[in-house]
């Protein structure tokens, strides 16, 4: 990759007049001044899905937004800097913190954060040894959309518990979603959440719902509030949070080889030999993340939509947003103003969001025709996604299961064992695969 100007990037034509059909690939850029623009693009794409999180866990915004930005910084070098993503708060970590926080505290919870943050690494140098055909039969399509909806789905009840508390700016903040999918095209089509949620805040602050003491006490420029993990060798009882938290990594992994697939389809095939490489990236900022207090991240689908619009894949544009998020992450101010959203902004949000995480499910059983004609397709799904939106809970001492962990388990027992049996008895041509 040849040096023009700053960075390992070369220029792409004169970086202003680029054809309509034309690509800028991971290792081209535009001038700085689109450049910078285009990595504006990102941070708003990220930073509506980024900042809901630590909302709905209680972790610091501030905290969240400046670890993205570390973990986007990783994930570009990890990679070479062959590999344009961005790294948000994972919504699949929500259901394990929120459940978990009470009784362990924040401190706690992080070591869960860190477990699987330390076995995507691990999966990811298998990946990288070997290459993603056990994965592939580990989880067939039919698995992975059950394990990815079910995540989503299993966070229906925390959804309607803000819902209530204020229904009206719910109702009006939801519709505001609803409508800017459909009136707007683009970027602005695609920022519907991040849309949605101002116009809620808007009708909270008409009604005097936003409360903004703590933005004026904060100041401008400060670190983040940096929480370390307890030690679960000094406090064994956390070893128990593990099952909850460890299953977490099936559907990062199906993000995250998802994505690279995306980016590699659009632009250059050879992408997908860095899939081990972007399960490391994820897993190491995912381990750093929660080290410090953030919470566990993943590729951000939002972003690629992004460079499928703007037909931009440089990830000089990365670093920019990257930058971006940690310089955010460094004013308390902004995070204040974040913590200031009302109940009813994010009950009606999320109302969407969370099935929405439902459906991304749904989408990877479409877009591999599973056929559902199959028993072994049939139970699977349905076993998992009961179990994951009812929340099906076993306790065995100091551990427990929740739906999430539970529901994964299940979706790939019952797949592989059906399969096998019908194999065994003839009953089936061959594993239901997708």
Partial sequence: MSFNGLGPWKLK????????????????????????????????????????????????????????????????????????SYLGSSFAFIAPITALTASHGRSGVLVGIIAVGLLLALIGVVVQLTGTRWLQVLMP???????????????????????????????????????CAVLFRGLLGRLSIFI??????????????????????????????????????????LWGILPAFLPLVLALVAENVGHVRGVAQLTDPSVNKLTGRALIADGVATVIAG???????????????????????????????????????????????????PAGVLGGVTTALYGLIGIIGVKIWLDNKVDFSK???????????????????????????????????????????MSLVAHWRGTSSGPATP
């Fill in 196 to 237: 949605g949620v101002l116009i809620g805040y808007i009708a909270a602050l008409i009604a005097r719902a936003v409360d903004f003491q703590a933005v004026r006490d904060a100041p401008w420029i400060g670190l983040p509030d940096f929480t370390a993990p307890t030690n679960p060798f000094t406090h064994p009882q």
């Fill in 291 to 341: 080290s410090g207090g953030g919470s566990g991240t993943t590729t951000y689908g939002e972003n690629i939509g992004v460079m499928a619009a703007t037909r931009v894949y440089s990830t000089a544009a990365y670093w920019v947003a990257a930058i971006v998020a940690i310089a955010l992450g460094l004013s308390p101010k902004i995070g204040a103003a974040i913590n200031t959203i």
């Fill in 13 to 84: 034509g004169d970086g202003k007049n680029v054809g309509a059909d034309q690509i800028v690939g991971p290792g081209e850029r535009l001038s700085w001044p689109r450049t910078i623009g285009i990595g504006a693009q990102h941070v708003v794409a990220m930073f509506g899905a980024t900042f809901l999180v630590p909302l709905l866990t209680g972790f610091p915004p501030s905290t969240t937004l400046f670890f993205s930005g570390i973990g986007t910084i990783l994930f570009l070098l990890i990679t070479g800097n062959r590999l344009p």
């Fill in 141 to 179: 399509p039919v698995v992975a959309g059950a394990i990815v909806a079910l995540i989503g789905l299993n966070l229906a009840s925390a959804a309607k518990d803000n819902f209530v508390k204020q229904p009206v700016i719910a109702v009006i903040t939801l519709a505001a979603v609803v409508l």
């Fill in 375 to 417: 028993p072994q397709n049939q139970f699977t799904a349905a076993i998992a996604l009961i179990i994951g939106i009812s929340d099906l809970t076993f306790h065995a001492g100091q551990i427990t299961l929740g739906g999430i962990a539970v529901g994964s388990i299940a979706a790939i027992v019952v797949y592989h064992l």
